[in-house]
């Protein structure tokens, strides 16, 4: 689709690299970090386009956020952001996953159901003006000014200059499902496909079950550690991956899970998941910002292992059952649901604990937050 804008599709989004604890200077905007599906929307007139993180188009899986953008913003802009599907708890990311379906007949009705807002947080370009070249200071008092009379489900994001306030962000709206903190210079370019940005994310640790493993792409070494923590019904539910590991190490695990290697599903407690090809909800990295590399859950809420990729079909995510006794430390920003909502870091093994003990009571709620309450900071 041709457009007459000074910034053109596909672009590839600025990027934010991570660091540990909110850093602090002179010339620093804090934002919310949101999780949802990064994108950047293209409208020239009548035309809207939705281009996503790996810079594939969004545009017909979310047609109320394409009509909502036509009432709401420059005819002639490029705006930066992310779509978002406010919950009754927050950020409902596994909503927002369900978009991506190729039928119409299916995306018209969640469109209706599930409807998702546009959250703005940089200007590319506005009118004739290429705005990439600009201090985001001066971006964001633009974007500001462009949208300062937006509506519902269009929204700039909140953004402060002073630290007090982004740590008390930091820790309160986690609540409503938002995941940390962006940092950016004053005086910062819009540079694209470059981690030029700071974020700081929650990070806490938790006891899980390995319950089986993936063979890495390369063959004969493990790929991946699957998780499983129980709950109140002592069922034990699939929770995500561990996947960072040197290939040394990953070497090393081959023998350290042959003791542990069950050589059929009878007994296991995935037994009855094995071959299931139903997905209801998205785990894999897609259009949005990028997920933890599973694939989804069953209707009642358990992770199914073996689950077809609703964005890979010819993923090989195929697994091996291993008994659930070994137990594993790992660290993880957020939960999302019942599970992961990204990868896990493997920090330790815990010969020490007892894998029934690896329950879902070790795990941290934030208190819930309504969404609306971050955007009247």
Request: aromatic residues 8%; charged residues 30%; contains cysteine.
């Amino acid at each position: 689709m041709a457009l007459n804008l000074p910034v053109n599709p596909p672009v590839a989004p600025m990027l934010a690299k991570a660091t540990s604890g909110l850093p602090v200077g002179d010339g620093l905007i804090y934002e919310p970090k949101w999780d949802g599906f990064r994108c950047i929307a293209f409208r020239d007139g009548d035309e809207v386009v939705l281009g996503s993180r790996n810079e594939r188009p969004l545009t017909r899986y979310f047609p109320e956020v394409v009509e909502a953008l036509r009432a709401n913003v420059p005819e002639r802009s490029v705006i930066d952001g992310e779509i978002i599907i406010a919950g009754d708890e927050g950020l409902d990311f596994d909503s927002l996953t369900q978009r991506i379906h190729p039928a119409d007949s299916r995306v018209k009705r969640l469109a209706e159901e599930t409807p998702a807002s546009f959250v703005a947080f940089d200007l590319l370009a506005l009118g004739d003006a290429d705005l990439r070249s600009v201090a985001f200071s001066e971006r964001r008092a633009r974007l500001e000014n462009a949208l300062s009379d937006a509506r519902e489900p269009v929204h700039v994001t909140p953004a402060t200059r002073e630290l007090d306030l982004a740590q008390k962000w930091f820790e309160k709206f986690e609540g409503a499902g938002l995941d940390g903190i962006v940092v950016k210079a004053e005086s910062l370019l819009y540079v694209e496909n470059k981690r030029v940005m700071l974020k700081v994310k929650h990070e806490r640790t938790a006891d899980c079950v390995v319950a089986g493993f993936r063979w890495h792409k390369s063959g004969g070494v493990v790929g991946s550690l699957l998780l499983g923590l129980f709950d109140d019904d002592a069922t034990l539910h699939h929770v995500g991956v561990t996947a960072s590991f040197t290939m040394d190490r990953r070497r090393e695990l081959v023998s350290l899970i042959e003791p542990y290697r069950m050589e059929t599903l009878d007994g296991h407690p995935w037994q009855a998941w094995f071959g299931e090809a139903e997905v209801t909800s998205r785990n894999e990295p897609g259009p949005g910002e990028p997920g933890p590399g599973e694939p989804g859950y069953s209707k009642s809420g358990s992770r199914k292992p073996g689950a077809a990729s609703r964005w890979n079909a010819k993923k090989d995510l195929t697994w091996e059952p291993l008994r659930a006794e070994l137990v594993c430390e790992v660290a993880y920003d957020h939960l999302q649901g019942d599970r992961f909502r990204h990868a896990t870091t493997f920090k330790r093994w815990r010969e020490d604990r007892d894998s029934k003990s690896c329950t879902y009571a070790q795990l941290e709620s934030p208190e819930s937050l309504p969404l609306s309450e971050v955007f009247d900071h």
